[in-house]
Structures are given as structure tokens and as C-alpha cells.
């Protein structure tokens, strides 16, 4: 037999607690005593990039890679949770509790072929179709491409988790729980799942021989524990994307929206006036003069519509295509509940399916309520800042272009209405030091509360609501009307 001949050497300048090498790359991940996760490449034994999840030392930490090397699972041994790295950049793209930390993983594909899976893989493919490809979220383009390499391929692959106090579970796809076994002591120190899912092995540091668990259910499901799993990881992928779009938005609004009070509040207070804003704006729509000057307002005006217009296509763009995918799949998961034989054995539950897609539902109409209030918001302070500038330029007595001089006696109404409205000193929303100008009504969607809204949108005349409000009157006529019929 010949001798093994080394090839390379690496000094490193923490001790290396474990490591495991890419099955599809050139690449070895490392944890060292420090608290860092490295990234390597074998052929020079170059960084990567580094990643230090937690601020303390470890004294244990276990890793595994998903088959296609797309994805680094790994657990610190004090914590009981498991952590989805992407390899392309040091970044966490999911994180799930157990109920014990975590002594070992495996991480493997199943590679069983059957009718049923191959049935599966190909109507997997055929979804594309139906749903468009979701873009990539402006300052967040990275991030939210790796989100999507949470889905992998279409095959079949299981992370096997094992822990001290009989603790082994099972999860397709690394993110869908299937099974939680028992009848295994002490504490596991390796385990391997064979491919076509009918045993596992596992090695404990208590029994002298090996543990082997017959895991043949799963091999009896695999077409419904696959499907179901593949919809759970779009839907789970799905609630990360709208998340991280939800997020975008709000750092469009805290741009420049929520400074636009402030500033407001700042610019009645260096005046050191008593009227009101308010009053101040109505003398100058009507006399045409004010105590004030408007310099610099100009630039407001222009940097609200610009943030405006990025919220609104962040709703139109992510929002709202991340919301009609998660319908689809629910849709889709729901069918599949209704196949009680196949289904309710695994655990689906119809109810909480619907619910779920109410919740959806419910929640795609409160972002197309949005979008409306963006648009009638973009409206108002277009033409308020539109006339506010005329107003500075006849002040200075500059010359004011013709196309901008057309303001009709409709269009004075429209500004002192939206004065009197939007300009008047809310007591509700009196937190804070100087006066709140209620003037903005984008972020109260954005806000993480569960409060109800604080200037809920005008819904007088709105058809749609004074049929719903008709709709038991409707019903009790066409209920008695059938009544009659059948008599």
C-alpha cells in the first residue's frame, strides 16, 4: 500500500475545533476556538471570508454542507438552534431552535427515483411558469439573491441533526421538520442517513456497538413528505423575501418622511412665532405674504416625491410579487390537504392552511390600500409644493413661468382644504417637545405595531364598502325571494 504524500501546510493562528470540506467545491469550511467560521479555498489555502456569529469563544461546534455545496448548516454546541450560511458571502439566511444543542449533523441527498418523485421534479419546473422570477430588492441585491438560493435544487435532501438525551430529528431540505425519532441513549457522535432514506446509523458514546434505526416510513412517503417539504421551503423563502422588502421600504420613508415633521416643527420654532403653521400657510395662500421665508422648501418638496415613488415601486415590484407567490404555493398546499388518504397522515391541517391564506389575502389588500394612499399622498404634495413655490418666487418678485402661474379657483379649494387637514396640530400624536404636523401617512403602514391606524384613509363614496355594507340586506331579500320560489 502506498504512503500518503503531503502536499500542503497551512499555519493558522487559533486552534481549529473541526472542519468540513465542499462536496461539489474547491472550498473547506473551518471553526476555530476564537469564535470564527472560515471559509478557505484547498488549492492555496486562501481566505475566503470570515464570519463570527456569536461574541463569545466556542467549545464546540458541528458543520455540515447541503449536497450542492450551495449552503453551510452549522450549530454552537452551548446554543440550541441551527444557522443556514451562504457560501457565496459570509451571511445568515436562516436560523430554526431544536430542543438539544447539537453533537453532530449529516447532510445528504436522497437518491432513490420513482415515478411518483420524478412526477414531482417535473411539475416542480412546470411552476416556473406560472410565477415570475422575483427581482432582486435595490441596496439589498445581494442579500436578496442568496435568500433565494435557500430553494436549491428540486431533489430530495435531508439534514440529520443528533444531541445528547435521545435527541435525533430529521429535516428536508434543511428547513422542513419530517420526523423526531426515538429509542436512541446517550449522546450521538456520528450518524449517517443512507440514500434511499430505509435506515440511518447512528454512534453513541454510551453503547459499544452501533444504533441502526429502521427510517422505512419516510422511504413509504417520500412523494408526500418531498412535496410538502418543497412548499414549506418556498413558503418560508417567500416570508424572508417580503420581510426583507418590507425593510427596504422603511429605510426609503426614514430617508427623508419622517424627518419632514421634524423639520417642520424646527423651521415654526426658529421663528419663534405663535401662529401656527397652519396660519401661516392659509395668509399665504390668501394674501399672498408671510412672515417666513420658503427657501429650501423647494428641495423638500422634491426629495419627498423622489422617496415616495421608491416606496411605491417597492410595493408594486417586491410587495406585491412575493405576496401573489405565497398565494400560489398556499393554494397549492391547500389542494394538497384536501387529499386527506395521501396528506392527513403528515399532518396537514386544512383550517390552518385557510387561515394562512386569509392572512395573506388580508395582507395584499392592505398593500394595494397603500399604493392608493401613495398615490393620492404624491398627488396632494405635488400640487402643495407646486403652489408653494409659485408663492416663494412672487414673494422675491422673480419671474414666474406661465405653465407654472395657471392656479384656478379649484385648485386654491384643493390647497386649503389639504392645509386645514394635513396641518392642524393632531393632540393624539403630541410626543414629543414642539408641534407634530400630521402631514405624512406612509408610516403608519410601516410601523411594527398593532395599533389601529392613526389617519385611516377617506373611505366616504367608496362603492365596494357601501356594497358590503348592503350585502345582509341583499341576502335576506334573496333568501326570502328562493323561499317564495319553493313554495
Not at 450521538?188 to 441502526?212: F, G, M, N, P, Q
Not at 412575493?322 to 386544512?350: C, I, N, R, T
Amino acid at each position: 500500500m502506498p504512503a500518503f504524500r503531503q502536499v500542503g501546510e497551512k499555519q493558522l493562528p487559533n486552534p481549529v475545533l473541526c472542519m468540513a470540506w465542499s462536496p461539489k467545491r474547491d472550498l473547506i469550511a473551518l471553526a476555530n476556538t476564537s469564535g470564527e467560521l472560515l471559509l478557505h479555498r484547498l488549492a492555496n489555502f486562501q481566505r475566503v471570508w470570515s464570519l463570527q456569529p456569536s461574541e463569545y469563544t466556542w467549545k464546540e461546534i458541528t458543520l455540515a454542507w447541503r449536497p450542492d455545496g450551495k449552503i453551510l448548516a452549522f450549530s454552537l454546541g452551548d446554543t440550541k438552534q441551527v444557522v443556514l450560511c451562504s457560501v457565496e458571502k459570509a451571511e445568515i439566511l436562516h436560523v430554526f431552535p431544536v430542543q438539544s444543542p447539537v453533537s453532530c449533523m449529516h447532510w445528504m441527498e436522497v437518491m432513490e427515483e420513482s415515478s411518483a418523485l420524478s412526477s414531482f421534479y417535473n411539475s416542480e419546473d412546470k411552476s416556473k411558469m406560472f410565477l415570475p422570477k422575483l427581482p432582486t430588492l435595490p441596496k439589498s441585491e445581494e442579500k436578496s439573491d442568496e435568500i433565494l438560493n435557500l430553494l436549491g435544487e428540486a431533489r430530495l435532501n435531508v439534514l440529520v441533526l443528533g444531541g445528547g438525551g435521545a435527541f435525533v430529528e430529521l429535516y428536508a431540505y434543511g428547513m422542513y421538520k419530517i420526523a423526531t425519532l426515538g429509542g436512541v441513549s446517550g449522546m450521538c457522535r456520528s450518524l449517517s442517513l443512507s440514500s434511499d432514506l430505509k435506515s440511518l446509523s447512528i454512534i453513541t458514546e454510551v453503547r459499544s456497538a452501533d444504533d441502526k434505526l429502521d427510517t422505512g416510513l419516510l422511504s413509504s412517503c417520500l412523494p408526500e413528505v418531498t412535496r410538502m417539504a418543497r412548499k414549506f421551503t418556498h413558503i418560508s423563502t417567500l416570508l424572508q423575501y417580503v420581510h426583507l422588502s418590507l425593510t427596504c421600504m422603511c429605510e426609503a420613508w426614514e430617508d427623508i418622511l419622517t424627518q419632514m415633521d421634524l423639520r417642520l416643527t424646527k423651521f415654526v420654532q426658529e421663528k419663534n412665532t405663535s401662529t401656527q403653521v397652519q396660519d401661516e400657510f392659509l395668509e399665504l395662500l390668501l394674501w399672498g405674504q408671510s412672515r417666513w421665508d420658503y427657501v429650501g422648501l423647494k428641495k423638500l418638496g422634491q426629495s419627498i416625491e423622489s422617496s415616495y415613488s421608491s416606496i411605491q415601486k417597492l410595493v408594486i415590484n417586491h410587495l406585491q410579487s412575493g405576496s401573489e407567490a405565497l398565494l400560489y404555493h398556499l393554494s397549492e398546499v391547500k389542494g394538497m390537504s384536501l387529499w386527506k388518504q395521501k396528506f392527513e397522515p403528515l399532518g396537514l391541517d386544512s383550517a390552518a392552511i385557510e387561515g394562512a391564506i386569509t392572512a395573506v389575502g388580508s395582507f395584499s389588500l392592505k398593500a394595494n390600500e397603500l399604493l392608493q394612499v401613495i398615490d393620492k399622498s404624491m398627488k396632494n404634495f405635488k400640487a402643495f409644493f407646486r403652489w408653494l413655490y409659485v408663492a416663494m418666487l412672487r414673494m422675491c418678485e422673480e419671474h414666474v413661468q406661465p405653465e407654472l402661474n395657471k392656479m384656478t379657483q379649484k385648485d386654491i379649494s384643493f390647497v386649503a382644504d389639504f392645509l386645514s387637514e394635513h396641518f392642524s396640530k393632531n393632540e393624539e400624536l403630541f410626543d414629543r417637545k414642539g408641534k407634530y404636523f400630521n402631514v405624512e401617512r406612509v408610516g403608519q403602514y410601516l410601523k411594527d405595531e398593532e395599533e389601529d391606524l392613526v389617519s385611516p384613509p377617506n373611505t366616504k363614496g367608496n362603492q365596494w364598502l357601501n356594497f358590503n355594507s348592503n350585502c345582509v340586506c341583499f341576502s335576506v331579500i334573496l333568501c326570502m325571494f328562493v323561499v317564495v320560489l319553493l313554495v
